[in-house]
């Protein structure tokens, strides 16, 4: 049953051009451009097996043909160069989430490995608004406690925390609040549970159950409408014993089927289906606000290293 499950709705694989926090204000963004372009070419190289995918519905019609869809998003808000320009490129290049902050503060948004909790700048509030009006999904996780509540305050579409856990269980920097869980289920959001020790094992090895445990924390502030798996197999160096890599799935669904509080339903919308129920929520935001005619800002908070200026007349 476990693995039905997992061959039936787990299917999207989440590439993340991730840029260090030491190219801030240097070269972030063509690292992040050369990382697009070479995920961009393995898709073409192993396109027998994975398709690259802009939308919810690309993502449907991939799980039809049997190929893992990979969506591309932006690992750091400092890689945008503080240009909503910039913002509107990456996502015409086929980007569709991106991560405020990673392990930095930037001039816009706090991170939560920063002491300082520093929240949302007004131009912070411009790229929400312009993520809303792109359809691009915004990733809270890395941000400070007080960046994600402004976030949540000022967004009008669903949020994800991409790979965290919850605090209460272990006090990573990455993992979030009681208030804020709850914040996310009103926000119609989606919290995706970390596999990395540092979230769910509080840095010691990380074990199956430890997992489980956050999983079933979360769902019991948030609900399960509002929980995905987020393991980040890439970036950790210690998997979970038992969760080392994807083919243990269905080890984890059936970990969670011997709960009576948990239905064949529910580990489907853990595995993949509220993920994809938030990303067509979000483009749903992005057409109505296309119907309602709201105009591209062309703000921009980068102080310009040369007198060329463009702007739209």
């Not at 914040?183 to 989606?190: D, Y």
């Not at 199956?208 to 509002?226: F, M, N, P, T, W």
């Amino acid at each position: 049953m476990a693995l039905r499950i997992f061959m039936q709705t787990i299917s999207t694989v989440q590439r993340s051009a991730y840029v260090p926090c030491e190219a801030q204000g240097l070269d972030a963004v063509q690292l992040a451009l050369e990382q697009i372009d070479i995920i961009r070419r393995l898709a073409d190289m192993y396109n027998q097996d994975t398709v690259l995918v802009t939308s919810s519905k690309d993502i449907t019609e991939s799980q039809h043909h049997g190929l893992i869809a990979s969506l591309i998003g932006i690992e750091g808000g400092h890689a945008i160069g503080s240009s909503l320009g910039v913002l509107r490129s990456f996502y015409s290049l086929g980007a569709r989430y991106l991560s405020l902050t990673h392990k930095c503060d930037v001039s816009w948004a706090g991170s939560s490995s920063s002491s300082l909790d520093a929240g949302l700048s007004q131009f912070g509030k411009a790229i929400v608004r312009e993520m809303n009006r792109l359809g691009m999904m915004i990733d809270l996780s890395y941000s400070s406690d007080a960046t994600a509540r402004d976030v949540l305050q000022a967004t009008r579409a669903p949020v994800i925390f991409s790979h965290s856990g919850a605090r209460q269980l272990c006090n990573s920097t990455r993992n979030i609040p009681d208030d804020i869980l709850r914040l996310v289920a009103e926000n119609g959001g989606l919290i995706m549970i970390s596999f990395d020790s540092e979230d769910v094992a509080c840095g010691r090895q990380a074990r199956l159950k430890d997992v489980v445990d956050h999983i079933k924390y979360v769902r019991a502030i948030a609900g399960v409408q509002h929980i995905g798996l987020g393991a980040g197999y890439d970036a950790i160096e210690f998997p979970p014993l038992g969760l080392e890599d994807v083919s243990k799935y269905p080890d984890l669904l059936a970990a969670l089927l011997e709960d009576p509080n948990w239905s064949e339903e529910d580990l489907a919308m853990l595995a993949g289906k509220n993920f994809l129920r938030i990303m067509e929520t979000v483009e749903n935001v992005r057409d109505y606000w296309k119907r309602a005619n709201i105009d591209p800002i062309e703000q921009s908070e980068a102080q310009p290293k040369t007198q060329c200026t463009y702007m739209a007349s």
